[in-house]
């Protein structure tokens, strides 16, 4: 099955975006002749995978590699780097060329940094005497579409940059992809934003349409209607929760990787032991779409009921006179055989974790602690685990959860804990423990806690809830309604005014703003806009609202905005736009240090 994504469902013409993104690569290569050793950045081949299939590549006369510290075994005169602007990296280019040089080897090269250049990365290979060697240019690649409503702008450590390095360059790279659609779909007249970041980003982003105008005369309608951004930190409760969608718990447990997961061969009924195989996992798999959004106890049920009913067909057929056409409409269901025995290896394996005690446990302590009633239960199961040293990143996002739910914690308890982690998992995690204090995730309590009120106010816990028919978004955490979504729901349905106390209540602060040529008209309060036609676009499809996570998403809150995007009286459909994919896991252990971490 293909690595790249199907997008030809996609509610924009994500297909244009990603043959563009190819052609300029292919530009690239094709205007340096003969043939060439592409080194890639490995932070960046599983972006590239989903741009272009590598016998495109090949048909350019490119000799792939992975860029490391080891010299680089070609017999190509030219060597072309395509990298992100990393420090790091410039020493290994700079010591392949060194390499070369005392090997007597007479080669070309060429540097593309990926999707901009940097000065600092520049600087480093004139310290090295490399620069004037190389030839130097850019790759603008901003934007990759994971699957038909998923694009990712591939920026993994934006909120730690953000929230504890204070680098804000992440915030000009988003607002510059957004501005990059809006050169194919058109101005985006409204901008909702809440959160410093996100805030920053639209700002960026007018001072960019200001500087370098989109004029879009024919396009009557933009395409987007609205923008929401959001930033991570509003809400750092959702990401630190279990994921209960099939797609969320795959990625908990097995991380899905640019549309696709590693497993052993084992899992998936493999006979060779420890050897590694790839899944593909985006919505070109029919029934990976089907049940990629729902609650996973309903999917236990999806798989069995469809086995079963094969099960009955295949009977049918061996025990009775079937005619030609029932024997073509059998054949055709084996045609979905192996995607159906995809789904079963991975959900049995999935299965082994979420019946253990431990997991249920941990599901229940998350929900004690949203509910915010039992301080001191919370407290004692988060020091038995620290006691029984369980992995340092299970521990860090039940603490981050306990932290944020609290407004911090009482200085007595913050110590206390403090010094519990060091103890247990070392001294080297003072910087850990600084990151995530600095980033306001663990740290002393210095206001009263208003998560209740919000709780409240925005009925994010949700009893009884029916995960095989749900009428609620609440189904994706089996109770607990991601806020990050509550939030979206209320910008969609009538903008921040109604709820603009409870936003106050939530970290940074939030902007509404016109622009194009709708900025003149009178302020507004429902996606309406200006005028009712602004919802559809030209070709009578609903209008687009892009939902921006600055700081990144889980699984299954994008699980949620599709569950949002499909009820009945909503009137657009709803793409996401996210840093990166993230789960509590990958999320918190980037705030992870060592002493030695510069």
Known sequence: MAQIPNLDNAPLNLIHLREQSQKELVTILKNIRGKKCLVIDPKLSGSISLIIQTAILKEQGVELRHLSAEAIQTDCSKVVYLVCSQLSLMKYISSHIHNDTLKGLQREYFLYFVPRRSVACEKILEEERVHNLLTIGEYQLYTVPLDEDVLSFELDLSTKEYLVDGDTSSLWHI???????????????????????????????????????????????????????????????????????YEGLL?????????????????????????????????????????RDLNFEVVVQILRQKATSMKQDYTDVTSTNQTVSELKDFVKKLNSLPEMTRHINLAQHLTTITSKSSFLGQLDMEHTIIEAQ???????????????????VTVLRL????????????????????????????????????NLEKAGLFKKQETKSNWLTVKR???????????????????????????????VQHAVRSGWRPIEEIL??????????????????????????????????????RSLVLVVFVGGVTFAEISALRFLSS???????????????????SLTETFVGKMDDP
């Open 567 to 585: 009820q009945e009286g909503m009137a657009y459909d709803l793409i996401v736009g996210t840093t990166k994919i993230v789960s509590g896991h």
């Open 457 to 487: 106010a925005l009925q994010l816990v949700v009893e009884d809830t029916d995960t095989a028919n749900p009428n609620d978004i609440a189904y994706a955490f089996s109770g607990y309604a991601p806020l990050s979504i509550r939030l």
């Open 175 to 245: 607002a510059k992809a957004i501005h990059k659609l809006e050169f194919s779909f058109g101005v985006i007249p409204n901008v909702r934003a809440k959160g410093k970041a996100s805030v920053r980003v639209a700002d960026i982003l007018n001072r960019m349409q200001a500087e370098e105008p989109v004029n879009s005369p024919d396009v009557v309608v933009p395409e987007i209607n609205t923008v929401i951004l959001l930033d991570r930190e509003v809400d750092m409760v959702t990401p630190m929760c279990t994921q209960l969608t």
């Open 374 to 392: 039992s301080f001191d239960i919370c407290l004692e199961y988060i020091e038995e685990l620290i006691h029984k040293q369980e992995p340092l």
């Open 504 to 541: 106050k209540l939530l970290p940074g602060p939030h902007s509404e703003i016109k622009r194009g040529r709708f900025s003149s008209s009178a302020s507004f309060d429902t996606l309406q806009g200006a005028a009712n036609n602004v919802d559809k676009v030209a070709d009578g499809r």
């Open 251 to 291: 990625d908990e447990f097995l991380h899905i990787n640019n549309g696709s997961v590693e497993v052993e061969a084992s899992i998936m009924g493999g006979q060779q032991e420890g050897k590694k195989m790839k899944v593909p996992l985006n919505s070109s798999d029919k029934l990976f779409k089907e049940t």
């Open 399 to 434: 603490l981050i959860l306990f932290s944020i739910t609290n407004s911090g914690l009482p200085k007595k308890t913050f110590d206390y804990l403090r010094r519990e982690l060091l103890h247990s998992y070392g001294f080297e995690h003072m910087v850990t423990l600084k």
